[in-house]
């Protein structure tokens, strides 16, 4: 298959070779310095023998193959055009091992990802990026880490994907994660990874609704980095928000308008601080979508929904594009190591403060009984206190009073003196009487709400209790699929390059999977001479394909690109 030369090219013109060699030269010298008395070979040491089994695990895609084991039957040509042979599963099994125990995933992947935005868009500016999270679904028997995989609907093991995009859609990185990961503790720190590595500001990074909620926003925030989604709940309402500006029509799409807005309830418009941009036709009320992030400084606000929409043609299609050409959802190496339960950890931290929270409760409930009981205890103190001088007033009245009787002297003094005490001695009485009923009312309802929440409490308990933290769960070890994935994405940027620099314009908007049936398939023979490596490619049944491969081949001589021995690449196609 001649084609792949194409690939080659680009390869080439992209300067990855170098970045991919002296990445993982340098993790293999760092493995070896870490376990000094270890004698494995990481890494191969002549170039040709890596290369061969770097472009067979890069080029599986272009041979129909999704994994290593799928070459145990394969029968094709294969890599046979560039390396004379194609090797067979066990070499590139075991080859594809040891790059993952070199543990150099995730610095390819950032090592890769500069080279890239060195290549498509060279200079120090701020870049501009689209970010995806989705979910990769593994299929399994075992007890492994689990969530929610929206497309199938359900919560099963599998892999969040973390991909970078660039502004005119090039895959710059991927990032796999463990499924429980959440994209809240992820993508602020990594945009500051990539500053730095990158050496270069990240301008605006826009996804899709996953990073419309509150708490990601609260992190750009703080951050101080422009970003932009949008809420994922549809159905707002004009009456929610309060607009801060006119309506003005969007750039490009004058049947609908936008305005900046903010909440109208003042307790959310306290707590979300983010700009909030309603979109909605002429002519409606309601907004029909509402995009929620920190607007970079000098964006027009009409550009906004346009700005937003690219993210569907520069994101979204080339993950498809990747999917269907790469397979970009299969799995790699299902090694694995025993891991506690993430997920039962957090429902039990989440279980554990709720019993907390009515433990709370309940000594609350306990503390207010004991403080009703000590204000019972000096209720009858003060009753008691104030009766025996009343009693002996009432008394010494009654004594008066007999003594005046039967003196013959006037009594009404006398009975005004007992009346006076003896409503005084009724008075205390019922007051005493009305506190220590409110006293009784205020305790019967501790009692309840103490009995209540003692229950809900026993309840919680036993709900926590009943959650078993000591069983180990698999976690899948991902730097083979890390690994993998950065050779998808490289094919991509591949193909990508070779398609913007080499192919005809009839054939430029070809996507990958079309692009490998119709070009790096290609059958034909390929002359190796001292100085240059001549591509012959059979012709096409076509006249029309005919004339674009024509044209393909002399975009590609003109570039002038050299074989990583330095001798020339020539490709043409043979006459029909």
Known sequence: MPGFFSLEGAKQALGVTETLESCLQQQAAAQQASEPAATRQLWEQEANTRWAKVDHLLYLPVLGLTRPRDLYYYQGQGLAVLYGFTYKYMTVEHFLGRLGRLQAGQPLALALSRCYTQAWYPGDGPLRIYADWHVKPHWTKQASQSGAVTMWGRIMPGTKQLLINGPVGQPLLGLNRPIDRHLNGELVALEETLTAHWQRPIGLTIFDSEGGGLALGQRYLVANRPYLSHLARPGYKLAAFETLGNWQPVSADPTREVALARWRDPVKAEADHRDLVLLRRLGDTDPTRVYAGKLPAGLPLVDVPGLYRSRWI??????????????????????????????????????????????????????????????????????????????????????????????????????????????????????????????????????????????????????????????????RNLEKDQMMLNLHLLLGNLHHWARSAFFAPEWQPLELKKAIELIYRKPGWVQWGRDTIEVVLEPYRYPEQQQAMAETCRRFNAANLCWRDGRRLLIRVAPP
């Open 314 to 475: 520069r994101q979204e299609r080339v993950i498809r594009e990747l999917v269907k050409g790469a397979n970009l959802n299969a799995n790699f190496g299902y090694a694995s190591r025993d891991v506690p339960n993430r997920t039962i950890q957090r429902q039990w931290a989440e279980a554990q403060e709720q019993v907390e929270s009515r433990e709370r409760q309940v000594a609350a409930l306990r503390q207010a009984g004991r403080n009703l009981w000590h204000q019972r205890q000096s209720l009858d103190q003060t009753y008691r206190q104030q009766q025996p001088p009343l009693h002996r007033q009432l008394q010494q009245h009654q004594i008066d009073f007999l003594a005046r009787q039967a003196a013959g002297h006037p009594l009404r003094r006398c009975q005004q003196r007992l009346a006076r005490t003896f409503a005084q001695l009724d008075q205390a009485r019922q007051r005493y009487q009305r506190q220590q009923n409110k006293q009784q009312a205020k305790l019967d309802q501790i009692k309840v709400r103490l009995a209540q929440t003692t229950a809900e409490l026993t309840r919680r308990r036993q709900a926590r209790d009943a959650l078993d933290t000591t069983s180990l769960y698999r976690e």
